[in-house]
């Protein structure tokens, strides 16, 4: 089973920037992707952001030039770091980390939601 805790969320004015970070833990083999997920009340959850081992990459065209999604694979636990700058408040939202087997499939809207973690609130003010 695979485990993810996200951490980094809070509050922060328009135009401001934060660092979301996930720590995975739990077998998920040697192809794998993991990405982030953004959902407000009332509204479907929404890929943002997602990277695989082979260093594929694919954005939301509403966070591309603005965000930063980076892997961390080095030691025996793997992070996946969201840099966001130039926040907007329609960037506020509950932000989930995902991970999947596999290798990312970009085009697609592939984000490798598959396994999820408990999420983290981002609060951006005008």
């Known amino acids: 089973q695979v485990q993810l805790v996200e951490s980094g969320g809070g509050s922060v004015q328009s135009g401001g920037s934060l660092r979301l970070s996930c720590a995975a833990s739990?077998?998920?083999?040697?192809?794998?992707?993991m990405g982030w997920f953004r959902q407000t009340p009332g509204k479907d959850r929404e890929g943002v952001a997602a990277v695989d081992v082979d260093g594929s990459i694919t954005y939301a065209d509403s966070v591309k030039g603005r965000f930063t999604i980076s892997l961390d694979n080095a030691k025996s636990t793997v992070y996946v770091h969201l840099q966001m700058n130039s926040l907007k408040p329609e960037d506020t939202a509950m932000y989930y980390c995902?991970?999947?087997?596999?290798?990312?499939?970009?085009?697609?809207?592939?984000?490798?939601?598959?396994?999820w973690g408990r999420g983290t609130q981002v609060t951006v003010s005008s």
């Open positions: 995902a991970a999947d087997r596999g290798y990312l499939i970009t085009g697609g809207g592939h984000y490798c939601g598959h396994y």
């Open positions: 739990g077998y998920i083999g040697s192809a794998y992707c």
